[in-house]
C-alpha cells in the first residue's frame, strides 16, 4: 500500500511539474513574441507604406505580391502566409466586392478601384500581420466615403481598448460604429490575437458581442485588430478556386487593420496608419 502511495505521489508531482514548465515555456514564449512584435511591425509599416508607390493602376497584384515578398526576405524577414494553411503567395490582394483571400495574378489595377491588401511577417518568434485599403487612381465619392468612415471606425473602436475590457463590447461598439453610416460590419472574420503562434482566441468580431464576447483583454496581449465593413449586406460565398470570399450582392467591401498592445488603460498602435489621399470624382 505505501507502494502504491508514492508511485501515486510520484505521478502527482510529475504531472505538475510539467503543467509548470509547460506555463514558464509559454510565458516565456510570450515574452520573446511581445519584444519582437515591436521591431516587425516597424519593418511591416514601412514596407505597406512603401508598396503604395507603386499600387496604381495598370500594376498586377502579382507583382505587389512579388514586391512585398522580396522586401521581406531581404530583410531576412519570412512573409508568413505563404505557406500558412497550404496558403501559396505572400499576401492577399482583393479588389471591390472581393473581401478577403483573394489571391494575386496577373489581373492589373484599375483607375476607381478599392485595392485590399493583407501582409504578414515573422522573425520565427512573433508574428504580425496588417490590412489596408488602397484608393487606386481617381475614385467615386461613395467609395472614398466608405474608406473614410470605416478607417474612421477602426480609429475609434481602438479608444475601447484596454485591460480588462470584454471582448464582446469591444465588437459590439465597432457595430455600433459601422451603424452610424449605413455600413454592416464582416458576420464571417474577426480579428484576433498574435505571438508565437499566428492566430489564437479572442476573436474580436466587427457586427457584434463575436464567439468570445465574455473574454477578457489581459495586460500585454498583441491583437491584430481588423475591421471589415461592407457596404451591402454582409453575406458573402467563396469562390471556384476557394480561396476568394466575394459579397452576394456584388457590393464593396473594405478592410483596415493595426497590430495592438493592450494596455491597463489604452492600446498602444504598433503599426501606423497608411495614409493615402486620392483624387476622386464627382
Given at each position: ?28 514564449l ?9 521591431h ?10 512603401d ?8 500594376v ?9 515578398g ?21 499576401t492577399?490582394?482583393?479588389?471591390n466586392?472581393e473581401?478577403i ?9 484599375c ?41 474612421h ?6 479608444k ?9 463590447d469591444?465588437g459590439?461598439a ?6 452610424k ?6 458576420k ?12 489564437e482566441?479572442?476573436r ?12 477578457k ?9 481588423i475591421v471589415?465593413?461592407?457596404a ?6 467563396i ?20 497590430m495592438?498592445?493592450?494596455k ?7 503599426t501606423k ?10
Amino acid at each position: 500500500m505505501e507502494i502504491v502511495l508514492l508511485l501515486l505521489a510520484v505521478v502527482v508531482i510529475a504531472v505538475i511539474t510539467v503543467k509548470i514548465w509547460r506555463m514558464i515555456r509559454i510565458y516565456r514564449l510570450r515574452k520573446q513574441a511581445l519584444e519582437s512584435a515591436f521591431h516587425l511591425s516597424n519593418s511591416l509599416s514601412k514596407f505597406m507604406c512603401d508598396v503604395s508607390e507603386i499600387i496604381r493602376p495598370g500594376v498586377s497584384t502579382a507583382d505587389i505580391d512579388k514586391f512585398l515578398g522580396e522586401r521581406a526576405v531581404s530583410a531576412g524577414l519570412m512573409p508568413y502566409f505563404q505557406g500558412y494553411g497550404d496558403y501559396p503567395f505572400a499576401t492577399t490582394t482583393s479588389i471591390n466586392d472581393e473581401v478577403i483571400n483573394t489571391l494575386p495574378s496577373n489581373r492589373v489595377l484599375c483607375s476607381g478601384d478599392l485595392f485590399k491588401l493583407q501582409f504578414g511577417l515573422s522573425d520565427g518568434i512573433g508574428y504580425v500581420c496588417q490590412a489596408w485599403t488602397y484608393p487606386v487612381g481617381v475614385v467615386s465619392q461613395s467609395r472614398q466615403r466608405l474608406l473614410e468612415n470605416t478607417s474612421h471606425t477602426l480609429s475609434d473602436s481602438i479608444k475601447h481598448i484596454k485591460a480588462g475590457k470584454k471582448v464582446g463590447d469591444i465588437g459590439s461598439a465597432i457595430a455600433a460604429s459601422l451603424s452610424k453610416f449605413g455600413l454592416h460590419g464582416s458576420k464571417d472574420f474577426v480579428g484576433y490575437r498574435m505571438s508565437f503562434v499566428p492566430r489564437e482566441c479572442p476573436r474580436i468580431a466587427c457586427d457584434g458581442p463575436g464567439p468570445d464576447a465574455k473574454s477578457k483583454l489581459k495586460q500585454d496581449m498583441v491583437l491584430q485588430f481588423i475591421v471589415i465593413a461592407h457596404a451591402g449586406k454582409p453575406d458573402v460565398y467563396i469562390d471556384k478556386d476557394m480561396w476568394n470570399v466575394k459579397t452576394e450582392d456584388g457590393s464593396d467591401s473594405v478592410l483596415f487593420s493595426h497590430m495592438l498592445i493592450v494596455k491597463a488603460d489604452r492600446a498602444k498602435c504598433l503599426t501606423k496608419p497608411l495614409v493615402r489621399s486620392a483624387p476622386h470624382s464627382a
